[in-house]
Each structure stands twice: as structure tokens, then as C-alpha cells.
């Protein structure tokens, strides 16, 4: 008796399913490390959302329940770090400095970055090709953070977060910030954890302003 034929066609559209015996991970994760393969394999700007949802096996409106943009992936366990801020630095000991105080906050946010967890991107981004929108992504988000620091430092010194000196530790402990994670991530497999890097970045810094109006 002849058996029937099997149709082993397959429908291009069909996205892929992940391996069988892969622990399971997040949608998040999952478009993350798609997005990470195509930025390598094709490059940064050619490489669209839907190259990347398609790649993770989910829908695009999978995608922008994580990300608003295509550089915001990147910067997940960062984005998650720094919703901790305000928080931290509402519960800041009160006799620190304005500036010891956000040094602190951001150190005590970064401890989970260490040998072992370095943000892909501090470390690859020379394999991308396209530079100018990852920066502007990783400035943004810093950036974002002095509306936080602004505010928590002009209730600090009893001025409006509208004058200059609010403005500027604001601004110049984000640099610092900045600063520190680079020099963290470029120091290879000695860099220890992120933490004190940030706060010898923050320590010159501490010279300059006082608590004073």
C-alpha cells in the first residue's frame, strides 16, 4: 500500500521557534540577542524592527512594549538601574554633601555591574558601524536623569531647580558618571565592579560645590 505523501512545505512567514531544551527566556531577552546577532551581522543601520522581531519569533508590538526605539535595546539592564535613582536618593544620608550624596545613589545603583555584567554595548561598539545613534541613546537617557538630580539638589540647598547651581551639579555628575562607566569598561578583565569607579569620578567634583546658596 503506497503511504501518502508528507507536505513538508513551510510557510515563509512563519517565524522561528526557539530550540526545544533552551531554558526559557523573556520576550525582552529574546529580542535583545536577536537585535545583538543582526547589528553584528548586517550592521546597525541596516538592520530594521521588524529584521529584529521577526529574528526573536514575536510580534513588533511585542517589541515597543520593551522598547521605544530600535538603540533602546542596548540599554535594558541600564534603563532598569536607573528607575532606582529617585530612590535612592531620597533615602541618601542627610549629613553627605549634594554631590557625595548622587555619587552614592549612583554607586549603590550600579552594583550589579561587574566583571561578569558589563553592558554589551561599552564593550562592542566598534563592531556596529554606525556610532552616532548609540551615543545620542546613551547621552538621552543620562540626560533624562538631571531633571532627577536638578530637583534633588536645589531641595538640598533650599534654591529653585531652575538656578544655575542645581543645573550644573545636575549636569556635571552625569558627566562624571559617564566618564567613569567608560574607563570601567575599557579596563578588560581587570575592571572590578562599576561602583567605584563612580565614585572616584564623583570625588574631585565634591571640591567645587557646597552646601551653601
Known sequence: ?????????????????????????????????AALDLFIENGYAKTTINHITRRAGVSRGTFFNYFHAKGDVFWGQVDESLAHLEERLAASDPSLSVVQAIGQAFAD?????????????????????SLSEIQASAVSRFAAQTHTLRHFAASRLGVSPESETPRIIAYS?????????????????ERGHLSPYILHAIEPLEHGFKDDK
Open 1 to 33: 500500500m503506497t503511504q501518502p505523501l508528507t507536505d513538508k512545505r513551510t510557510t515563509p512567514e512563519e517565524p522561528p521557534r526557539p530550540r526545544r531544551g533552551r531554558p526559557r527566556v523573556s520576550s525582552r531577552e529574546m529580542l535583545e540577542e
Open 109 to 129: 545603583i550600579a552594583q550589579d555591574f561587574g566583571p561578569g555584567n558589563v553592558p554589551w554595548i561599552l564593550t562592542n561598539y566598534s563592531l556596529l558601524g
Open 173 to 189: 555628575t552625569v558627566s562624571a558618571v559617564i566618564a567613569a562607566a567608560q574607563i570601567w569598561a575599557a579596563a578588560g578583565n
